[in-house]
């Protein structure tokens, strides 16, 4: 007995919460994994080094302690370089590509087990390596292909293991998994699964719904306290106590009970913190513009050449951090005298251990007893520690040293981020902004005379200033960063900053990740479009020259389809044969209220080619939207000829269409461009399904006669279909006949062609949408528009168009 589709459904929705919290479970060990890994190779190699420092000290032989540490930081990154190489979208943080993914564009390889694999064991080297990069970044990426990845039971990497697990087979299931990963990736990261929500919100998904919330939040929660359980045990032994809730953890902001003077902020710093957010958007703005040239240099002089070049990129960057490190540690450090407890309350924290972290990791390089050297403090420890150093110490770092590691730092880590290791950059923006935060407390202190401001908030804010310059997130970072303190009273000062610091940074340009996403040529599609915009309607934006294909059509005609185009839709037409004598007037082509004049169509095919030309760099074929065979072909001097060959590319390389008759060579350009009526869309994949499971009819027998496949079936093959080239043509008989009309989508979205762009922008957004037919008043298709007629530029460009017709 089949069960009730009221069972159906309780059923699905059942699997569903077991796999949001597997997905939680597992992205929570793959932080464990990283950290452990993180923290033994680091402390090795810091415990080897500082001995040696310590002997080399008396006996004069530093260079051999610089050479232990290249040696070290060069085979981490050595490693980190050659795993990149094996899947090179484990690269960088992962976080645009994961965005354009939830924005609903596929980058090839973004979500496979391999680049997990990769992105996890790559992290740790490039970060056990001193490379100026966090693991925090690439932890979101992780969880977004645990949760692409777990749901469907297999593998393209490991092919055997294959499960018969019939549920979440489409697009969109997958794209609801992947956000409850990626928000369980920044709850492992930072230890806020409320913060990992509204990330996945505000900077992923573009389609979200009311039940996927709660289901992110528990997925959120699982990673949270599956890395808090046993992080916990393995460093303090005490199983289920729940003292480390993330990778990254600020410590307890507490003022001494014996300080009456002291207070976390006052009115009077909100001030100073507005100032701060508008510098911090100012360097935020100045490092994506830096950024940005160097990765435009990278695509112009690195990526075109061998493999090996991007490797010793990476260890060259390697090699110049080392050597920055070791001698600003040695040459620029001061010695500075440590703060006692009875002196300061700032190094009382509740959180167990971690006051002994923060005195432990004090260096004493090249200083005498009772004093230690500031700048090694910050270089020589793990970046963690260093961000603990700036929140919690008082009084105890120069104006000087605190300048010098904010240069240092922004340069470096300015330069690390693009290279072919996997790289996060929430950490070093962090410590670089909690550098500038200490320097701006320190210099109120000392030449202003504020004796009431506690350090520990003013680094806390800078940090908060620098990295929302960067990456202009606010509710998330807002919330991540109050969770990270466990302090609610600075949600004010937090989010006063980070708004001031995006709307600064704004100004100037965009964040990184959308920098990096608009590099690679994606069409991403923003929140809104602008007002302007509405001047437009979807006749002005849509795509007239349309591939399409016949409820009946012959296997022949499908395969010459799918092999010169790489459309991933087609509509279902028939040619209106009624309205042929209104359709065609003199030289203009006129379809219920939509015309276009030859002219027009002149200037859509230009751009056309040209928009093909450029998209050939785009990282996935499902980009384009023109034949390659199309491309190399020069412009006509005539126009009249290159509309002829627009008109007859449009028809005949795809002959009987119509079962029960040939289109003639010699057909005029009215039999040509007849009104189309719009039934429906059919996918590729389901065309490539169709041919080849062999579902056809011949001519001598009814449709009826012909196979019919069922929804698991079709969805057999998902995510990786078959490609048409693969298809062995001995096999079919070219003259058979396929009925689309049972697969098609018999009621998609359409719009007329006078909608505001707006509306049709919301469509896409809402909706997840991928096609949308232009259909006029009488039912005839007259364009499409996909994702690239949305994309900013295009509309600027149409809207320029449109200003010189006026």
């Known amino acids: 007995l089949y069960p009730l589709p009221k069972q159906k459904a309780q059923r699905y929705e059942a699997v569903k919460w077991v796999m949001v919290f597997a997905i939680g479970v597992c992205t929570g060990l793959v932080g464990l994994f990283v950290d452990f890994f993180v923290r033994l190779f680091t402390q090795l190699k810091f415990q080897v080094v500082q001995s040696s420092v310590e002997e080399c000290t008396e006996k004069g032989c530093l260079a051999l302690s610089l050479l232990e540490l290249l040696g070290f930081n060069l085979t981490f990154v050595f490693l980190a370089s050659l795993l990149v190489l094996i899947q090179p979208v484990a690269a960088g943080s992962g976080i645009p590509e994961i965005k354009c993914y939830l924005n609903g564009v596929k980058v090839p390889g ?121 992080r916990s045990g393995i460093q303090f032994g005490s199983w289920g106590s729940f003292q480390l809730p993330g990778l990254l953890n600020f410590g307890e902001f507490k003022c001494s009970e014996s300080d009456k003077k002291c207070h976390l902020w006052t009115a009077v710093d909100l001030g100073f913190f507005i100032l701060m957010g508008i510098v911090g958007g100012l360097l935020g703005a100045t490092f994506n513009c830096l950024n940005k040239r160097l990765a435009k240099y990278r695509m112009r002089n690195v990526h075109p050449k061998p493999k090996l070049v991007r490797v010793l990129e990476s260890l060259l960057v390697s090699l110049t951090t080392t050597v920055v490190v070791f001698v600003a540690s040695m040459v620029l450090g001061e010695c500075r005298q440590m703060s006692s407890t009875s002196h300061s309350g700032n190094d009382t924290l509740s959180l167990q251990g971690m006051s002994e972290d923060v005195n432990s990791s004090i260096k004493t390089f090249f200083c005498p007893n009772e004093t230690y050297n500031d700048m090694a403090t910050l270089f020589f420890n793990p970046q963690e520690s260093a961000i603990l150093q700036l929140f919690h110490q008082d009084g105890t770092f120069s104006p000087v040293t605190l300048s010098l590691f904010f240069l240092l730092y922004f340069l470096l880590s300015c330069w690390t981020y693009g290279i072919s290791v996997p790289s996060g950059l929430f950490v070093p923006s962090l410590l670089c902004g909690a550098a500038f935060g200490r320097l701006v407390a320190n210099l109120l202190k000392s030449y202003i005379g504020l004796d009431h401001i506690y350090s520990g908030t003013f680094a806390l804010i800078g940090a908060a200033a620098f990295l929302g310059g960067v990456v202009r997130m ?21 989010m006063i900053t980070l708004m001031v610091a995006k709307w600064t940074g704004d100004f100037f340009n965009k964040g990184i990740y959308d920098i990096h996403v608009n590099l690679r040529g994606v069409p991403l599609l923003e929140w809104e479009t602008e007002v302007e915009m509405d001047k437009l309607r979807a006749s002005d934006i849509m795509e007239p020259n349309l591939t399409y294909v016949y409820p009946h059509t012959r296997i022949q005609s499908l395969v010459s389809i799918l092999r010169t185009t790489v459309h991933h839709a087609f509509p279902v037409v028939t040619e209106n044969r009624g309205n042929e004598r209104e359709f065609m007037k003199g030289n203009q082509l006129i379809s219920n209220n939509i015309k276009f004049k030859k002219s027009s169509i002149l200037t859509r095919a230009g751009e056309q080619r040209k928009r093909s030309q450029s998209m050939k760099s785009y990282p996935s074929s499902e980009l384009r939207n023109m034949c390659d065979e199309h491309i190399a072909t020069e412009e006509p001097p005539e ?168």
């Open 639 to 806: 126009k009249e000829d290159l509309l002829q060959q627009m008109l007859e590319r449009r028809y005949t390389p795809y002959p009987n269409l119509y079962p029960d008759q040939s289109p003639s060579e010699e057909w005029t350009m009215e039999e040509r461009f007849r009104p189309l009526t719009f039934h429906g869309l059919i996918l590729r994949s389901q065309l490539v399904t169709l041919l080849v499971r062999g579902v056809c009819y011949s001519e001598s027998q009814s449709s009826a006669s012909q196979p019919r496949l069922s929804h698991a079936e079709m969805s057999e093959d998902y995510p990786r279909y078959p490609d048409i080239h693969d298809l062995d043509l001995t096999l079919l008989n070219p003259r058979m006949i396929v009925d689309v009309t049972p697969y098609m989508n018999p009621s998609p979205f359409a719009v007329s062609p006078n909608t505001h762009v707006s509306q049709v922008f919301n469509l896409f957004r809402t909706m997840g949408l991928r096609h949308l037919p232009v259909v006029n008043a009488v039912g005839e298709i007259v364009g499409i528009i996909t994702r690239h007629n949305l994309t900013h530029e295009f509309l600027q460009a149409r809207l320029r168009q449109h200003y010189q017709t006026i």
């Open 110 to 230: 973004v979500v496979r087990l391999r680049t997990v694999v990769c992105k996890a064991m790559g992290v740790l080297f490039s970060v056990a390596g001193g490379l100026f990069v966090g693991k925090e970044g690439p932890m979101i990426h992780s969880g977004a292909v645990v949760g692409a990845g777990l749901p469907q039971f297999q593998s393209i990497s490991l092919r055997k293991i294959q499960f018969n697990f019939p549920y979440f087979r489409s697009d969109r299931d997958k794209r609801d998994f992947v956000s409850a990963g990626a928000a369980a990736g920044v709850a492992a990261a930072f230890g806020a699964p409320i913060g990992g929500t509204l990330f996945s919100l505000e900077e992923g998904s573009s389609f979200w719904n009311q039940g996927l919330t709660w289901k992110v939040l528990f997925c959120s929660m699982a990673a949270t306290f599956t890395l808090n359980f046993f």
């Open 474 to 494: 606010t509710i998330s970072l807002t919330v991540i960063l109050i969770e990270s303190t466990n302090e609610i009273t600075y949600g004010l000062p937090i």
